[in-house]
C-alpha cells in the first residue's frame, strides 16, 4: 500500500478484518507499507500490522511477492502511480477521486485494461448494507420509474479563516476542492442507484481565497507555518443539478462550509411507488416509503438494516447491533479479493471512476461556460482530442 495517513489506516483496518468477518477466496497478505517521511511511515507499518516498510514505491512495483498495490496517496500521484503497476502485472486498488482530470482517468483505464490486471476504485459507501437494500428495491422495481434525486454531502472542516493551506486546498495536489472530494460520491452513489448521467449545469465558489500557509498535514489537519499567506484555487462548494439518461432529474451539493454538518452525506430519491432517504451519520438505517400502503398509515419507515436478510450485515452482530464506518472498507474489500481470485474487476472499478470523472469534468465545464454540458459529449470529445 502506497500512502498511510487517514484512507491508509481505514484499508488497512479493511485487510486485517475482513477474513475475522467473512471467508475470502484469497487472503491478504500485508506484505509492504510505503510513505516519503521513513520515520513516519515506519511507525506506521508496525501499528497497522504490516511485514515492512519502503520509500520509494517505485520498487514496490518491481517486487514479486506483490500482486496487488493499492493506491491511497494524493490525488496528484494516481495516475502515475497505477499506470505503473499496471504495467508491471499488479492488480491496482485506487482511492477517489480517480485522477486530476478526465484525460487521466482514461489513461488510467485503458493502462489496466491493455494489461489485463484487476481493478478497483475506492467508492465504500456503495457497500453500507442500507445502500444496497436501496439498490435491491430501485433494481426490483419497488419505487417504480425514478423520478429525482436529491443529493448533499456537506462538512464544516474549515469554515475556520485560519485553517491552514492543507493539501486538499490546493489545485496542484487535489485537482479540485469539494468537488472532487465530495461530490465525487455523491455521483458515484447516483450512478449507482440511478443510471448515468446525461447532462449537468452547475457553478463552484470558493469562500475563503486565501489561508496560512501550512508547515505539515495529515489527514483532514494541518499545522500553519506562519503568518505567510497562500491562495486556495479550489472550490469551497459545488452546486449542480443533472438529468439522467432515464428521465430521472437530479439535484446535488457538496460543500465544506456547512456549519453543523460532521459528514453530512445524505440523499432523498423519488419515484412513481415511492422513495428512500439515507444519511451517513445513521447509515444503518434506510428510511422507506411506499404510496400503496393504507390510507392513514401512510408515511416514512425506518429500517435498520442489521438484520442478516440485509446485504453484509450478516456477517456482523445480532440484529439491531449497529456496524460503522469501517465495515464499508471490509465489505469492500472482500468484493476486491474475490475479484482477484476469479479474474474480475468488481464495480466500483477504473470504468465507473472514469464516468464519475467525466462528471466532475462536465460540473466544472458548465460552471465556467454557465451552460449545461453534456457528459457523452464530453467523453466523445475528449476521445476525439486523445486521437
Known amino acids: 500500500m502506497i500512502g498511510y495517513k487517514f484512507m491508509g489506516k481505514a484499508h488497512s483496518h479493511a485487510y486485517r478484518d475482513v477474513s475475522f468477518y467473512f471467508d475470502p477466496a484469497v487472503e491478504p497478505v500485508l506484505q509492504v507499507l510505503c510513505g516519503r517521511n ?40 494516481h495516475a502515475e502511480i497505477a499506470i505503473a503497476a499496471a504495467e508491471a502485472g499488479k492488480h491496482v486498488f485506487c482511492e477517489k477521486p480517480l485522477a486530476m482530470t478526465l484525460e487521466q ?41 425514478i423520478y429525482h434525486i436529491r443529493s448533499t454531502y456537506l462538512q464544516d472542516w474549515i469554515m475556520d479563516p485560519q485553517f491552514p493551506l492543507v ?27 440511478v443510471g448515468e448521467f446525461k447532462e449537468v449545469n452547475g457553478i463552484l465558489e470558493t469562500f475563503i481565497k486565501q489561508r496560512p500557509i501550512v508547515e505539515d498535514s495529515s489527514g483532514l489537519s494541518g499545522k500553519a507555518s506562519s503568518d505567510q499567506m497562500g491562495e486556495v484555487d479550489v472550490d469551497d462548494a459545488s452546486v449542480f443539478m443533472a438529468r439522467f439518461e432515464n428521465g430521472a432529474i437530479g439535484t446535488f451539493e457538496a460543500s465544506r462550509f456547512a456549519g453543523g454538518n460532521r459528514n453530512g452525506n445524505r440523499f432523498e430519491i423519488n419515484g412513481e411507488k415511492g422513495s428512500i432517504r439515507w444519511d451517513m451519520e445513521n447509515m444503518n438505517n434506510l428510511e422507506i416509503f411506499f404510496l400503496d400502503d393504507e390510507p392513514g398509515l401512510q408515511g416514512f419507515r425506518t429500517i435498520n438494516c442489521t438484520e442478516e436478510i440485509h446485504p453484509y450485515a450478516g456477517a456482523y452482530w445480532p440484529a439491531g447491533h449497529i ?65
Open 167 to 193: 493539501w486538499r486546498l490546493s489545485k496542484e495536489v487535489c485537482g479540485s476542492g469539494s468537488h472532487g472530494d465530495l461530490a465525487a460520491h455523491s455521483i458515484d452513489l447516483a450512478r449507482f442507484l
Open 323 to 387: 456496524i460503522g464506518y469501517e465495515h464499508t472498507f471490509i465489505n469492500l474489500t472482500l468484493e476486491l479479493l474475490n475479484g482477484v481470485d476469479k479474474g474480475y474487476s468488481p464495480s466500483p472499478n477504473f470504468i465507473d471512476g472514469v464516468r464519475n470523472q467525466a462528471v466532475l469534468a462536465a460540473v466544472e465545464k458548465s460552471s465556467r461556460s454557465r451552460q449545461w454540458v453534456s457528459i457523452s459529449e464530453l467523453l466523445q470529445n475528449q476521445k476525439t482530442t486523445a486521437l
Open 105 to 145: 482517468s482514461q489513461r488510467m483505464q485503458e493502462a489496466v485494461e491493455k494489461n489485463g490486471v484487476i481493478h478497483m476504485i475506492n467508492h465504500n459507501y456503495r457497500f453500507v448494507p442500507a445502500i444496497q437494500l436501496a439498490k435491491k428495491l430501485i433494481d426490483s422495481g419497488r419505487l417504480g420509474k
Open 38 to 77: 521513513e520515520e513516519n511511515v515506519k511507525e506506521a507499518a508496525a501499528k497497522m500490522g504490516w511485514k515492512s516498510y519502503e520509500t520509494d514505491w517505485r520498487k514496490l512495483i518491481e517486487r514479486e511477492d506483490i500482486d496487488l498495490i493499492d493506491v491511497v496517496t494524493p490525488n496528484n500521484s
